[in-house]
């Protein structure tokens, strides 16, 4: 079946339809990762959007159940050049094609992805529809631009977050996991340096929280627009004033700045792929990173006696993370977990524990005093 993308300016890009064939309005964006579509597709910040992949052939080694990074797909469509026909991976488990038709998650290829993404670019994220028809005179372009422009995303946050907690045993610290839409290997990072972490609903209030006792507190990444979420924002300033060790990364990353009073922007594209370099400010060090995110923090909106900026992305100097002073709060906006992505900055977790470690060791010296 003929399928079309329709943007909000008025372009059209035809292509052939796959998956579900359900008609869907959503946010455009676009990823440049050239690997790592599986992750892509089941990364719950994407809710909300549809994605379209730089990468000229997505396909090619199948999809690998085990590289989910939720349970199911949360993107409301998949845009690409060329869906490969014949995938060759000893771990894939099925087609693309096939994951997307379980899925019910509609897909376009044969589009001129290129020419989108130049768009994109040059005008912003828009918002746009996947329409199925057999011919553009088909369409009565007039009014889904009406529906098109009219869209606009909810609370992406509770759509994606767990309903109940959910623990991972280990003998080690225990960390409570904020989801707002966290990525499973953000978990996976914890639980493989031996921490006891419990996975906690987005909209658990921070009492509750705090009341298991964790040694530390991570907040974790999401969909949608920071400032839409003024509820989960005051339940975060209850977990600065806690003094317990945190940190936070992405959507995390932004919601800790709003709840100490900071300011966030939407970015004309966004950062959304596995090749951004961020240079750590204090040593000058320059790290690849994994990224998927449309807002940032305005570094200058916080007094530098309540945080500081610790990372900035080289290509257009945007805020990548901040430091809380005189607390154990760090703060990133790009993937130390990656999947997809380069591992350069996984050493992030380590500080993390160190940072607990650390906070442990000096309440048992206050006692012993």
Sequence with gaps: ???????????????KAYGSCRDVISEIVFNTSMTGY?????????????????YPLIGNYGVCLEDMESEKPWLSGFIV???????????????????????????IAGVDTRAVTKLLREKGTMRGMIAHTETKEALDTDALLEQIRAYHTGD???????????RLPRAGLKVALMDYGVKENIARCLHARGCDVTI???????????????????????????????????????????????FAICLGHQLMALALG???????????????????????????????????????????????PAFENVNDGTNEGMNYIGKNIFTVQ????????????????????????????????????
């Design 262 to 308: 900071g300011d966030t922007h939407r970015m004309k594209y966004g950062h959304r792929g596995a090749n951004h370099p961020v240079r750590d400010l204090r040593t000058g060090k320059v790290y690849l990173s994994s990224q998927n995110h449309g807002y940032v923090v305005d570094e200058k909106s916080l007094p530098e006696t309540i945080a500081v």
């Design 334 to 369: 790009f993937h130390p977990e990656a999947s997809p992505g380069p591992h350069d900055t996984a050493f992030l977790f380590d500080r993390f524990i160190e940072m607990m470690n650390q906070k442990k060791a000096e309440e048992r010296s206050g006692k012993n005093a």
């Design 156 to 166: 992406e946050v509770a759509r994606v977050s767990r309903r109940e907690p959910e």
């Design 38 to 54: 599986t992750e892509v597709l089941t990364d719950p910040s994407y809710s909300g959007q549809a994605v379209v992949m730089t």
């Design 81 to 107: 050049r060329e869906l490969s026909r014949i995938p060759a991976n000893f771990r894939s488990d099925e087609t693309i094609q096939s994951f997307l038709l379980r899925y019910d998650i509609p897909c």
């Design 1 to 15: 079946m003929n399928a079309f993308l329709i943007l909000e300016d008025g372009h059209v890009f035809p292509g």
């Design 200 to 246: 906690w609903p987005a909209s658990t209030p921070a009492e509750e929280v705090l009341a298991s006792d964790p040694d530390g507190i991570m907040l974790s990444n999401g969909p949608g627009d920071p400032k839409e979420y003024k509820e989960v924002i005051r339940e975060v300033r209850k977990l600065y004033d806690s003094d317990v060790t945190v």
